[in-house]
């Protein structure tokens, strides 16, 4: 007989009940747009879930009984499942609480939460609202070096127990739909609350004459001018950060995410990386980088021994997340499945969502014939040609089958 959901991961309704059938959709409201643009023709960000979609897993189910075990370590930390909440900015913008709710719900989950610095509540409240779970704190490097100590330093205080330095967003991408509606929240005065409260970004806004109550906007803007500051970072910098970081920490790992070339996996490891996020920022960047999953697997083959691999981008359910651990990452961060949770439903959504996505990674190992996260690598994957790009993906799908289909000739009826 069918073996019944876990009690701990049955998804939750509105009414704090277990969700039905009918009751399992979140509704059709419309997620605020900061979460949903990316450059120009929005092909990366499209081509993240159409990748993830053209890979399959082969079912080799037959007498895999036993007890199905999603839990796994990240780094330092021992965690439920192989899932994490990936680090999105300015939460204020679809939930007045912000990071609060995400927080308390990573928590009950023993979920990885990652804070960004674009965050819009205190460093410490959402720690606070993180209580025992494990945290990380993703950074966007400023250029004043007493600036960074103190945002590291925080961090580190609060129980944050590693640092993710992100590569690919000294500037917003050029996101068409942001620059049509305008939508730059911090130069509103909203959700800046993470750099208004440090100490010594409260110095820099006095010496610049800018009282953050009574000018919030201002505020806003030379703080966000301080993170997204449009100067990249040297890989000669590095080492001062990690350095910094360490020392700060006693030790405790450092990551950088955005990786998605060999060359550059290489040259993490070689200053001293504890691990990498394989990433394109949701393909909110680059316009036309390739998709995260098209990195993945040539670079877990260069430092995968090397270094922790970890994935984002892309990630919509259970069977994507097997696909990036079958390729080699060890660890999957989500991102817009919670943002969409907490647009429609604040803290309730983001525990329907993420109970949701454990509940059918569970019933996905039971069918798939699984027991054990560590039993997913890459003899599990089996690939045909994408059906999207007239095998644009060739390098990645080297045991691709023949290509036995046409694509469909039609004109634009605009």
């Known amino acids: 007989m069918p073996r019944p959901m876990p009690a701990s991961l049955t998804p939750i309704s509105p009414t704090g009940k277990p969700s039905t059938a009918t009751e399992s959709s979140l509704g059709n409201s419309s997620t605020p747009t900061f979460a949903t643009p990316a450059p120009r023709s929005s092909g990366t960000k499209v081509s993240n879930p159409f990748l993830v979609l053209s890979t399959f897993l082969p079912l080799e189910t037959a007498f895999a009984f036993g007890t199905i075990v999603l839990a796994t370590h990240i780094l330092l930390s021992q965690v439920s499942a192989p899932i994490g909440f990936a680090p999105i900015g300015i939460n204020k913008i679809y939930n007045p609480a912000g990071e609060i709710p995400v927080a308390t719900v990573a928590k009950e989950l023993n979920l990885p939460y990652c804070l960004s610095t674009a965050g819009s509540n205190p460093i410490e409240a959402v720690a606070a609202a993180n209580g025992e779970g494990p945290r990380f704190y993703q950074l966007y490097m400023p250029h004043d070096d007493e600036l960074t100590v103190s945002l590291l330093t925080r961090a580190h205080k609060s129980g944050f127990t590693a640092c993710i330095l992100t590569t690919d967003t000294w500037q917003l991408g050029w996101r068409h739909d942001d620059i049509a509606t305008g939508n730059y929240a911090f130069y509103r005065g909203i959700g800046a609350d993470l750099g208004l409260s440090d100490p010594v970004f409260k110095q820099r806004l006095q010496a610049a004459g800018i009282d953050p109550v009574k000018q919030p906007k201002e505020a806003g803007a030379m703080w966000i001018d301080n993170v997204w500051h449009g100067r990249a970072h040297s890989w000669e910098k590095m080492p001062w950060l990690i350095k910094t970081w360490k020392e700060i920490s006693g030790g405790k790992p450092f990551c950088l995410k955005g990786i998605q ?110 027991q054990n996260v560590e039993q997913i690598d890459r003899s599990a994957l089996g690939q045909i040609p994408c059906r999207f790009c007239r095998g644009r993906h060739a390098d990645f799908f080297a045991e691709s089958y023949p290509k036995g289909y046409a694509m469909i000739a039609e004109r634009s009826k605009l």
């Open 261 to 370: 070339s060999v060359e550059d996996a290489k040259r993490a490891v070689d200053i001293g990386c504890d691990g990498i996020v394989v990433s394109n920022h949701a393909g909110r960047q680059v316009d036309g980088a390739i998709g995260s999953l098209d990195a993945l697997e040539n670079i877990v083959a260069a430092v995968g021994d090397k270094t922790y691999i970890m994935y984002d981008s892309g990630i919509r359910g259970a069977s994507d997340v097997a696909k990036a651990l079958a390729l080699g990452a060890k660890f999957v961060w989500v991102g817009r499945l919670w943002v969409w949770g907490l647009s429609i439903m604040g803290e309730t959504g983001v525990r329907h969502v993420m109970k949701s996505l454990l509940a059918d990674f569970d019933i996905f190992m039971n069918v798939a014939g699984f």
